[in-house]
Nanobody, 112 residues
Framework: QVQLVESGGGLVQPGGSLRLSCAAS????????MNWVRQAPGKGLEWVSD????????AYADSVKGRFTISRDNSKNTVYLQMNSLKPEDTAVYYC?????WGQGTQVTVSS
């Protein structure tokens, strides 16, 4: 059974940092590209970042470029999203996606 479980969300002040994790199981993680996608309150899904199967290639939405870093550890079947210099507009539920599966999401709230 393919499963993705996100963690690491929370409440943080503007300018702060969080690191999201997504633990994968039920498939050969190292064979798949992985994505982070977010959904802000009242808005649609927004692609945030992706990383290829071996971590050699990454891409970012313009809205997070230079502030967020995606990485993966194939030995731990986990993909990460390091988020720095957070802004109120980064408030959203963050989902990881890959191998045709979605996690349940983790809430990130940026507020003073």
């Amino acid at each position: 059974q393919v499963q993705l479980v996100e963690s690491g969300g929370g409440l943080v002040q503007p300018g702060g940092s969080l690191r999201l994790s997504c633990a994968a199981s039920g498939f050969t993680f190292s064979n798949y590209d992985m994505n982070w996608v977010r959904q802000a309150p009242g808005k649609g899904l927004e692609w945030v970042s992706d990383i290829n199967y071996n971590g050699g290639t990454t891409a970012y939405a313009d809205s997070v470029k230079g502030r967020f870093t995606i990485s993966r550890d194939n030995s731990k079947n986990t993909v990460y999203l390091q988020m720095n210099s957070l802004k109120p507009e980064d408030t959203a539920v963050y989902y990881c996606n890959g191998a045709g599966a979605w996690g349940q999401g983790t809430q990130v709230t940026v507020s003073s």
